[in-house]
C-alpha cells in the first residue's frame, strides 16, 4: 500500500522561512499526482491552501508557496507569524481505481 | 457561497452501519464538474479519504474500505449520503464532506477546496 509520509514536526521562528515536505512510497511525486496541501488548527476542519502543486485559492495568504523539489511536493510558508502554528496535511492523486487520493501524516508546526 | 454541513449519528455500536448526510448549499450536485467528497480523522490523527460522487454519477471509493463503503446522492435534497458498513471502534472518527471542482477554469484538476465543520461518529458498545 502506498503510504505518503510528511516530517512529523518542524519548529520556525517567527518571520522565518519553513519548507514543509511530502513523499511518495511509490517514488517521485510528480506534477501528475496534482499534490494538494492544507491547514489544521486545533478543533477545526481543514482549510485549503494550494492544490495542482502550486496554485492558490483566493483566500490563500501570499507567503504560502507549492512546488516540487527532489522527489517531493513542497509546501514553503515565508515570513512565518504565530498564526501559521497548526497541522498541515498534503494529498497526492494516484489514479485510477487503484489507488486514488491518498493524505499525508500531517507535519506539526509550532512557531517559537 | 459554498458551504457543507455533515450530520450523522454521534454513536453507533460495532457491527452497525453508519450513515452520514451531507447537505450542501451555494451549487447544485448537478453543476458540471462537480464533486463532494467525504473524508475521516480518527482523534488525533491524519486525514483519510474515503470516497466521491461527481456530478455524472462517477463514484470512486478508497481501495481499502471499498467493499464497507457506499456513496449515493440525493439531487432534489442537495444531499450526498455515505453508509459505511460493519462498524468496529476503530472507525471511530471525525467525518468531514468537501466539495471538488473536477477542473479549474484552466483546465487543471481542482482540490477540494469547501469543506463541512465535520460530525464525530464514535464506535462503542
Known amino acids: 500500500q502506498t503510504v505518503v509520509t510528511q516530517e512529523p514536526s518542524l519548529t520556525v521562528s517567527p518571520g522565518g522561512t519553513v519548507t514543509l515536505t511530502c513523499a511518495s512510497s511509490s517514488g517521485a511525486v510528480t506534477s501528475g499526482y496534482y499534490p494538494n496541501w492544507f491547514q489544521q488548527k486545533p478543533g477545526q476542519a481543514p482549510r485549503s491552501l494550494l492544490y495542482?502543486?502550486?496554485t492558490k485559492y483566493s483566500w490563500t495568504p501570499a507567503r504560502f508557496s507549492g512546488s516540487l523539489l527532489g522527489g517531493k511536493a513542497v509546501l514553503t510558508l515565508s515570513d512565518v507569524t504565530p498564526e501559521d502554528e497548526a497541522e498541515y496535511f498534503c494529498?497526492?492523486?494516484?489514479?485510477?481505481?487503484?489507488?486514488?487520493?491518498?493524505f499525508g501524516g500531517g507535519t506539526k508546526l509550532t512557531v517559537l | 457561497h459554498i458551504t457543507l454541513k455533515e450530520s450523522g449519528p454521534t454513536v453507533v455500536k460495532p457491527t452497525q452501519t453508519l450513515t452520514l448526510t451531507c447537505t450542501v448549499s451555494?451549487?447544485?450536485?448537478?453543476?458540471?464538474?462537480?464533486?463532494v467528497g467525504w473524508i475521516r480523522q480518527p482523534p488525533g490523527k491524519a486525514l483519510e479519504w474515503l470516497a466521491f460522487?461527481?456530478?455524472?454519477?462517477?463514484?470512486r471509493y478508497s481501495p481499502s474500505l471499498r467493499s464497507r463503503l457506499t456513496i449515493t446522492r440525493d439531487n432534489p435534497k442537495n444531499q450526498v449520503v455515505l453508509t459505511m458498513t460493519n462498524m468496529d471502534p476503530v472507525d471511530t472518527a471525525t467525518y468531514y464532506c468537501a466539495h471538488r471542482t473536477l477542473f479549474d477554469s484552466s483546465g487543471y484538476p481542482g482540490g477540494l477546496d469547501y469543506w463541512g465543520q465535520g460530525t464525530l461518529a464514535t464506535v462503542s458498545s
Open positions: 451555494g451549487f447544485s450536485l448537478n453543476d458540471n464538474g462537480v464533486g
Open positions: 494529498l497526492l492523486y494516484f489514479g485510477g481505481v487503484e489507488l486514488g487520493w491518498v
Open positions: 495542482n502543486t502550486d
Open positions: 460522487v461527481y456530478w455524472d454519477g462517477d463514484k
